[in-house]
């Protein structure tokens, strides 16, 4: 099996070398990890969900997420329900999943970290369905978890949450609102994909007809194509948002708007993953990722074009060669000079190759030396420039990061922040911060990380303080709370405490001395900060503390005087 996402992949090859265990590699081939796994209940999902953690379901409840980076897997129990009535399949999207029983009854489990389980309304299935997607709240009109599901004879069943249950594209819709009878008619669905924008849903028929629609059921959204196919495909997915894949043991087939195209691998087995700008193509022996080329980067690099950005890119080259060129012609026409600079400008953002893509930037600026700040922003050029360097140093050797530019562009910083404390890149990831002016908690959740790290290792606690505190001076003011509670969980409370002081607000103190239960710091705390909430709080813990009689008077004797504060 394989699954991939964004810049790692983890598979499970030939059973023979891999009997109980699951390995994890980089884009490049290397290898990050190995973790044991000795299941034997049957596999219905095997994902990574967004946080890349990898989520394996197993048929009767039982779920695991593994780290790649650390090797470490935490287990999770749904429901003893579900030993009777199994899981037959689960599907991922964001940081939950749905799946479906042998009663072909559909539930969402919202956050995998502390799951919550809602049972859908019932769909009333015949049959086993063909296949299903989900759409998350906030891509749909109703604001809730969308599933869609083949029906296995005809139309598709949407459910809304646990709200309701809905039948389209068949001849008795539930919904006979006129805009939705006007709905073609889809018959015996055998596959269907979500485009990466989560507008567009594509659905392939059992007599190879491709239909494509909007996700909201608009009528004026809709295509149809008939394809001639010797055998039917093992799977689809989106290539973009403009192409589809049509999967095969060895091979794909692209079917875009206007004509299709075979591609065959020699390898043993190809497996597909739908990405933002285009999928990754993970054979045996390479990853690989499949995109659209721009009109823009077509004008500029195509052979003996001769459109605005193609002559600049060549202009450039002669300046830089020293040699005459027909610069004067550039910038006697503005306006084919502010095309050339925008073709050359998104013709990096495609390019890969450092070289090529360093001399589309520099000609992108050439040709803006010949133009005022109306006709083209200086900002453009500097945060592509920008976001470029990024992307370039996510790739290098020690990350092996294989991300495009548009990928960077659709990841919130949060996200991309995220991604590389996962894998303990605290410089790269303090020097991205800076370096594209993410807010400052995200510069503040490098550091607390870093130091989160730092009191996990066997230094001793002196050391581990010093080192600690010095470096989170760098920063300037920052919460210590986190620190503390992560030296709390790995057992060392000495270090927490002295953590704990030099936390700046002392409600935080406060909440962390009563989960370590040490009542008289968190007193002394609460007393110093005056809140008479904060007070009462404490009191109250004390009182329900199991504690004896002798020891809860002793100690709130020295303060009897504030019990009057909370009356």
């Known amino acids: 099996m394989l699954r991939s996402l964004v810049g790692s992949e983890m598979c499970i090859r030939d059973r023979d070398?891999?009997?109980?265990?699951?390995?994890?590699?980089?884009?490049?081939?290397?290898?990050?990890?190995?973790?044991?796994?000795?299941?034997?209940?049957?596999?219905?999902?095997?994902?990574?969900?967004?946080?890349?953690?990898?989520?394996?379901?197993?048929?009767?409840?039982?779920?695991?997420?593994?780290?790649?980076?650390?090797?470490?897997?935490?287990?999770?129990?749904?429901?003893?329900?579900?030993?009777?009535?199994?899981?037959?399949?689960?599907?991922?999207?964001?940081?939950?999943?749905v799946f479906y029983t042998a009663l072909f009854q559909f539930y969402i489990v919202y956050n995998v970290y502390d799951p919550r389980v809602t049972k859908c309304k019932s769909p009333e299935l015949p049959s086993k369905p063909h296949d299903y997607i989900v759409i998350p709240a906030h891509d749909t009109l109703s604001e809730k978890v969308e599933i869609q599901i083949a029906h296995p004879t005809s139309g598709v069943v949407l459910l809304v949450a646990d709200e309701k249950k809905e039948l389209y594209y068949t001849e008795s819709s539930s919904n006979q609102n006129q805009m939705f009878l006007s709905l073609p008619v889809i018959n015996n669905i055998i596959f269907m994909a979500l485009s990466p924008n989560?507008?567009?849903?594509?659905?392939?028929?059992?007599?190879?007809?491709?239909?494509?629609?909007?996700?909201d059921f608009q009528p004026q959204m809709q295509a149809k194509q008939q394809l001639r196919l010797d055998k039917k495909p093992k799977g689809m997915v989106w290539c973009g948002n403009d192409c589809i894949l049509l999967l095969y043991k060895v091979g794909f087939i692209m079917v875009g708007p206007d004509a299709t195209h075979s591609v065959t691998y020699q390898s043993k087995g190809v497996s597909a993953f739908t990405e933002v700008d285009g999928a990754r193509i993970i054979s045996s022996t390479k990853c690989e990722i499949l995109m659209r080329l721009n009109d823009s980067y077509i004008n500029v690099l195509e052979t003996l074009s001769l459109k605005p950005g193609a002559m600049l890119y060549e202009t450039y080259q002669q300046f830089e060669l020293r040699e005459p060129?027909?610069?004067?012609?550039?910038?006697?026409?503005?306006?084919?000079?502010?095309?050339?600079?925008?073709?050359?400008?998104?013709?990096?953002?495609?390019?890969?190759?450092?070289?090529?893509?360093?001399?589309?930037?520099?000609?992108?600026?050439?040709?803006?030396?010949?133009?005022?700040?109306?006709?083209?922003?200086?900002?453009?050029?500097?945060?592509v420039c920008k976001q470029l360097r990024v992307v370039n140093a996510l790739k290098n050797e020690l990350f092996a990061r294989t991300i495009t530019f548009q990928q960077l562009e659709a990841l919130e910083d949060y996200q991309l922040i995220g991604i590389l404390l996962r894998y303990n890149l605290h410089y790269l990831a303090t020097e991205i911060c800076r370096y594209l002016e993410y807010p400052s908690t995200q510069l503040e959740r490098v550091y607390?990380?870093?130091?989160?790290?730092?009191?996990?290792?066997?230094?001793?606690?002196?050391?581990?303080?010093?080192?600690?505190?010095?470096?989170?001076?760098?920063?300037?003011?920052?919460?210590?709370?986190?620190?503390?509670?992560?030296?709390?969980?790995?057992?060392?409370?000495?270090?927490?405490?002295?953590?704990?002081?030099?936390?700046?607000?002392?409600?935080?103190?406060?909440?962390?001395?009563?989960?370590?239960?040490?009542?008289?710091?968190?007193?002394?705390?609460?007393?110093?900060?005056?809140?008479?909430?904060?007070?009462?709080?404490?009191?109250?813990?004390?009182?329900?503390?199991?504690?004896?009689?002798?020891e809860r008077f002793a100690l709130l004797n020295p303060d009897l005087s504030l019990i009057h504060i909370s009356e």
């Open 17 to 97: 070398q891999t009997q109980n265990h699951i390995l994890f590699f980089a884009c490049n081939g290397s290898p990050i990890t190995q973790v044991g796994f000795r299941e034997t209940q049957r596999i219905v999902c095997f994902n990574f969900i967004s946080d890349e953690l990898l989520l394996v379901v197993l048929e009767e409840g039982i779920y695991f997420l593994i780290d790649p980076y650390r090797g470490t897997q935490r287990k999770y129990s749904l429901s003893s329900t579900f030993t009777k009535d199994k899981i037959v399949s689960a599907k991922v999207f964001e940081n939950n999943f």
């Open 198 to 215: 989560r507008k567009l849903i594509s659905y392939l028929t059992e007599d190879y007809q491709l239909h494509i629609t909007s996700s």
């Open 325 to 383: 060129s027909s610069d004067e012609e550039i910038r006697s026409q503005k306006d084919q000079l502010v095309v050339a600079v925008n073709e050359c400008l998104q013709a990096a953002t495609i390019e890969t190759d450092r070289i090529i893509q360093a001399r589309l930037l520099k000609a992108a600026v050439f040709g803006k030396a010949f133009l005022n700040s109306v006709q083209v922003e200086h900002s453009q050029i500097f945060h």
């Open 448 to 550: 607390i990380h870093w130091a989160c790290c730092k009191v996990e290792s066997a230094d001793p606690d002196e050391v581990v303080y010093r080192v600690v505190v010095e470096k989170l001076k760098e920063y300037g003011e920052v919460s210590y709370v986190e620190v503390a509670k992560k030296a709390i969980d790995v057992g060392r409370p000495a270090l927490a405490m002295k953590f704990l002081d030099k936390e700046p607000s002392l409600g935080k103190r406060v909440q962390i001395l009563l989960s370590m239960e040490n009542f008289s710091k968190a007193l002394e705390c609460a007393s110093l900060s005056k809140d008479t909430n904060l007070i009462s709080l404490v009191i109250l813990q004390i009182v329900k503390s199991h504690m004896d009689e002798a």
